[in-house]
């Protein structure tokens, strides 16, 4: 008779996706958050929540420097990607010019290249470890920059444009709509759209493309990019607009549920496959 112990013991079952955020960095604290010469890092709610409600477990990744301790830590950015499964940049101060190699135009438009040196360390961890980033706003102007490409520091000084991108007293209820590229990945995620409302919190926009990266939506009728995605292996798309921002029983405004599930799906296969575990079921039998 055999022994309880040495029956066959099912497979382990891999626990919810692991998602790392980048971090908002907060410089100048206002006095009544009682954190005087500090700098916070922090996460805003509605990002963490979207990921949540495909029952994912978020972590903000904090800043590896600058931490002001008496030992300096032996953690790594890579110690995050091999704990993490799929990385978000999260939107927040402009994208420097000095990053894509301009000066700034005006003292308003410096941005944070020290954000931005983080996340690019961040960006690059994920894509060489074969796991999915996705960019939000800022995010997307991040993964152009990281791939070499440049930024209107500001579309109305440089474009001179029609449409309003940022209306910082409508905040994300300022609105435009967007057309998908023929045949591009968003395309196929988002069969039979026209043109789609979705919000617009950026007075920054993408300029050139960086090496390997395509349009795959852009404004109407002004024609600014957004939303990129790279040609490489891995998953790595950035939209312009706040996904997490959209109501999603507002009809009339782009359904981010789609977006999220296709992104924490690779994030699934990646790592399954790391793992040696089989494919799991479609989509839409994994998460309603």
Known sequence: ?????????????????????????????????????KTLQYLEQSVAHWLMTADALVFMIPSIEGGGLLRRSSIRVADYVAELDALVLQGGADVSPLTYGEQPIRPEWNGDRIRDMYEIDLLQEFVAAGKPVLGICRGLQLINVAFG?????????????????????????????????????????????????VNSIHHQAVKTLGKDLVAEAMSVPDG?????????????????????????ANPDLLDGNALLLAFLDQAEKVRDRHAGLPAGPPPALQRG
Do not use: C
Not at 151 to 164: C, E, F, M, S, T
Not at 180 to 187: E, N, R
Not at 224 to 248: K, L, M, N, T
């Open 149 to 197: 490409g440049t930024l209107y520091q500001d579309i109305d000084a440089q474009r001179g444009n029609p449409r309003v991108h940022h209306n910082p007293e409508a905040y994300d209820q300022n609105f435009h709509r967007i057309a998908f590229t023929p045949d591009s990945g968003l395309a196929q995620l988002y069969p039979n759209i026209g043109t789609v409302r």
């Open 1 to 37: 008779m055999f022994q309880e112990s040495n029956l066959p013991q099912p497979a382990p079952q891999p626990g919810p996706l692991k998602i790392g955020v980048s971090p908002r960095f907060l410089r100048r604290v206002p006095p009544q958050l009682g954190f005087r010469g």
């Open 224 to 248: 600014i990019v957004e939303a990129i995605r790279w040609q490489g292996a891995s998953f790595v798309v950035g939209v312009q607009w706040h996904p997490e921002f959209h109501d999603p």
